[in-house]
């Protein structure tokens, strides 16, 4: 294993593709130090003809499990959330929001320990989501979740977690911003 000085770069592998792999294919980067612990995930979608990304658009929805719970840590709220995509299909960038479950007003601020997460088939991501207590305003924690293809079963209980509608495109009418391809 070698040893890379900061802010330098060194070519430590060649990704070779198959030639029968799918014309869109996602390729998931794990950065590990010299005891194995895991320092960043980066997560690329690549096409074999460059550029052409349409096939992201046929992506089906994969609808995420997901379970949180919640703690006090002083002046704080904790609400621990994970995420377990049990599909055969990639879940692109998966979004968390908190919300005050009863007015569905969204807290802020907010500190995530990630988000936009991407989940290959069978994997599982646990993100903690920490926020003033006073921010929820004696509320229950509602997590809403988007993502580009990402849907999730809902939950209700001391933390509630639903699908984000307002994130979704056919939430809003149509606005002709982006005019339709002829």
């Known amino acids: 294993m070698a040893q890379v000085a900061g802010s330098s770069t060194v070519k430590a592998a060649q990704i070779d593709v198959s030639a029968r792999i799918t014309p869109?294919?996602?390729?998931?980067?794990?950065l590990s130090d010299a005891n194995g612990n895991l320092l960043s995930t980066n997560f690329y979608w690549q096409?074999?003809?460059?550029?052409?990304?349409?096939?992201?658009?046929?992506?089906?929805?994969?609808?995420?499990d997901a379970e949180a719970t919640t703690r006090i840590d002083g002046d704080?709220?904790?609400?621990?959330?994970?995420?377990?995509?049990?599909?055969?299909?990639?879940?692109?960038?998966?979004?968390?929001?908190?919300?005050?479950?009863?007015?569905?007003r969204r807290v802020l601020p907010v500190f995530y320990s990630d988000n936009y997460i991407s989940l290959v088939p069978g994997e599982s991501s646990t993100v903690s989501i920490?926020?003033?207590?006073?921010?929820?305003?004696?509320d229950l924690p509602l997590v809403e979740l988007d993502g580009f293809n990402v849907d999730v079963k809902p939950v209700d209980g001391p933390v509630s977690i639903v699908a984000n509608v307002n994130a979704q495109?056919?939430?809003?009418?149509?606005?002709?911003?982006?005019?339709?391809?002829?």
């Open 130 to 138: 920490e926020a003033a207590t006073k921010d929820l305003q004696g």
């Open 24 to 30: 869109l294919y996602f390729i998931k980067l794990n």
């Open 76 to 104: 704080h709220t904790v609400v621990t959330v994970t995420l377990h995509n049990n599909t055969n299909n990639v879940a692109l960038l998966s979004h968390l929001q908190l919300h005050q479950k009863k007015s569905g």
């Open 47 to 64: 096409h074999v003809a460059q550029d052409q990304y349409d096939g992201l658009m046929n992506l089906p929805t994969v609808v995420l």
């Open 169 to 182: 495109p056919s939430h809003w009418p149509a606005s002709n911003i982006v005019p339709e391809s002829r």
